[in-house]
């Protein structure tokens, strides 16, 4: 089986070898000549993602489908993953984390989503009136070129129950139960990290809003201030429209961004997920049932990333039809 | 006379004050890296006592040091590798045109939006039967991969937006496909690949899910952002050297940001608004 699929791919390259060779030397007729030239500027990189990416891909949904001792189990692996306590787990709701993995990438996308879509939105708006604008957002937007894992890691830091800002904060403003470290309590915990990444985040929102807001023309708004439109009235009928394009940028990376989270999970607690697992997100889940677990349970891990990859698909190319067509 | 309206003033202490409160968090890293943990307990913020010093940032910079050559040993050619790749075939995307160069392009496009898990038993796999697990190549190799498609889809763009005149002028002189390439499309490019290397080359610096799945352990092949964790942030929790191992860590992309920000910008809307 594995010996015909490479027979297959060493079979076709020799057949596009023979066509770009066959080209360069000059042979067979002008067309055909231009047209192996051609495939030369495709084959570097198709070869590249198909033996790195395509590849890696149609096998891991191949995996999804066995067990841990390489029997067929069809849908089995996903079943026991929708199953499990550690994906799902809402008995007894409302209670507090852990939720389980699904739950807690849909509460990410749920707080974390209109929060920097909208903060981000907002400071675009408010800093066009304010000088030495570009440093602040340089400022804001540092966030973004932070490795993820770092962001992560700092998290330690501002939620540290005796160096920390937030709770040093809470405590001094006389709100005790907050004034202790966020990330050792399952709730403050899953919170702390989704409010934390949208101190981080909302500066890619911040700036595309910011680029979009530089195509309007100004005479809209002005025509709206003449009319005398009030100001809450003139964002929706006027700026929010003709900001869509940003608006499905922002909210589509946004999307993706929450479903794949993992580097700030990870670096914030441990492969765990933190206490209890309070913290837990799919794309760990998977990570730690393939590569940190023993014995690694390799058909469960794919079937994660399998649904974890049609999730961003639908995610994508829902966000995208649905904006495109209104 | 200017008159300044006090509207305009609270505008602008409320958006200065804003950004000097979002740079806390790295204000009190640097804090937590430059002082002793006894004087910030409490708050960095504190200044009762203030004995600030340099010596977390040299035990740091031993701890990851050869994770930060191996950084730049990863990330150099995982830049430039699928740079030149990607734009020769974003130029074939948006040029010439073949049978199924639409659902080929969708496909690349559709791979985008797909999530490092989805390839990461496969390749830990394949980089283990060709003998290159725990190398730095297996790493270069896998970043040039997986940052392909946006690199495609980015100049493939670029390229569509651009007027086919000059070519076309060329083509009729003679030249061949590849000399209008090299000669006249590559240097017309330079700016929209000076914003792809500066996304790639951060994407491939910040990565750590693949490093930590391909260099788990290997201090000769584990990139910084996998050092920091490994050998700082592992057996005995040290605040201060974390902290300061941090901030050399991420001080690599920061100031590539700072300097750089015009392409970073560009190649950030580019890449997503016209996508």
């Known amino acids: 089986m594995r010996r015909l699929r490479i027979e297959g791919v060493t079979g076709l390259l020799r057949k596009l070898r023979d066509r770009v060779s066959g080209a360069l030397r000059g042979r067979g007729s002008p067309r055909a000549r231009k047209a192996g030239l051609r495939i030369a500027f495709f084959t570097p990189a198709l070869l590249l993602i198909m033996l790195f990416v395509a590849y890696p891909v149609l096998t891991t949904i191949g995996v999804s489908f066995f067990d841990a001792n390489g029997r067929f189990v069809g849908l089995g692996n996903y079943q026991q993953v929708l ?100 990330l050792q309590r399952p709730t403050t915990l899953l919170f702390g990290l989704i409010f934390g990444s949208v101190w981080l985040w909302t500066g890619f929102s911040m700036i595309v809003y910011s680029a979009g807001l530089t195509t309007i023309p100004k005479e809209y708004w002005e025509a709206a201030k003449i009319d005398g439109t009030p100001t809450f009235r003139t964002f929706t009928q006027i700026t929010f429209p003709l900001l869509k394009p940003m608006t499905i940028v922002v909210f589509t990376m946004s999307i993706l961004y929450e479903l794949k989270i993992f580097d700030l999970v990870y670096g914030a607690t441990n492969p765990q997920g933190g206490v209890g697992g309070a913290a837990d997100v799919l794309a760990l889940q998977m990570f730690r049932e393939a590569f940190v677990q023993l014995p690694a349970d390799y058909g469960t891990a794919a079937a994660v990333a399998t649904f974890l990859s049609l999730l961003t698909l639908t995610a994508t190319v829902m966000t995208i039809r649905y904006m495109v067509k209104r | 006379m200017i008159r300044i309206r006090p509207r305009t003033i609270v505008i ?85 045109s073949f049978p199924i160069r639409d659902y080929l392009f969708l496909t690349i496009v559709v791979l985008m939006t797909i999530p490092q898990q989805m390839v990461a038993i496969p390749i830990f796999r394949i980089m283990f039967s060709l003998g290159l697990a725990n190398t730095v190549l297996s790493l270069v190799i896998l970043h040039s991969a997986w940052g392909l498609p946006w690199i495609v889809l980015f100049m493939r763009n670029f390229f569509s937006a651009l007027p086919k005149d000059v070519e076309e002028a060329a083509r009729v002189d003679g030249a061949s496909d590849f000399k209008v390439f090299f000669r006249i499309v590559l240097p017309m490019a330079l700016p929209a690949l000076g914003a792809v290397a500066v996304l790639q080359f951060m994407w491939v610096w910040n990565d750590f899910f693949f490093s930590i799945l391909l260099c788990p352990s290997n201090p000769n092949c584990m990139p910084a952002t996998v050092a920091l964790i490994r050998t700082i942030g592992q057996f005995q929790f040290d605040p201060g050297l974390l902290a300061a191992g941090s901030i050399i860590v991420m001080l690599v992309p920061v100031l590539l940001y700072v300097l750089l920000q015009r392409f970073y910008i560009r190649g950030m809307i580019g890449w997503t608004v016209k996508g």
């Open chain 1, 83 to 182: 199953g499990s306590p550690d994906t799902i787990n809402l008995n007894g709701f409302p209670k507090p984390p852990p939720y389980g993995t699904l739950i807690n990438n849909a509460v990410w996308i749920a707080i974390h989503l209109p929060l920097s879509m909208f903060l981000g939105l907002w400071l675009a708006l408010v800093l066009r009136e304010v000088r030495g604008s570009s440093w602040v957002k340089t400022a804001i937007f540092i966030g973004m070129v932070t490795p993820l894992i770092i962001g992560g890691i700092m998290m330690l830091y501002i939620y540290d129950g005796s160096i920390g800002v937030v709770p040093r904060f809470f405590d001094a403003i006389g709100i005790h139960s907050l004034g202790v470290g966020w």
């Open chain 2, 12 to 96: 602008h202490l409320f958006a200065w004050g804003l950004a000097i409160g979002w740079l806390f968090p790295f204000v009190g890293l640097g804090m937590a890296a430059f002082r002793p943990l006894p004087e910030i307990i409490g708050g960095w913020w504190n200044f009762d006592r203030f004995t600030p010093s340099f010596t977390k940032f040299g035990a740091a910079f031993n701890a990851i040091e050869l994770g930060l050559r191996n950084s730049f040993l990863i990330a150099v050619p995982g830049t430039l590798i699928p740079m030149f790749v990607a734009t020769l075939a974003g130029y074939g995307f948006a040029r010439f």
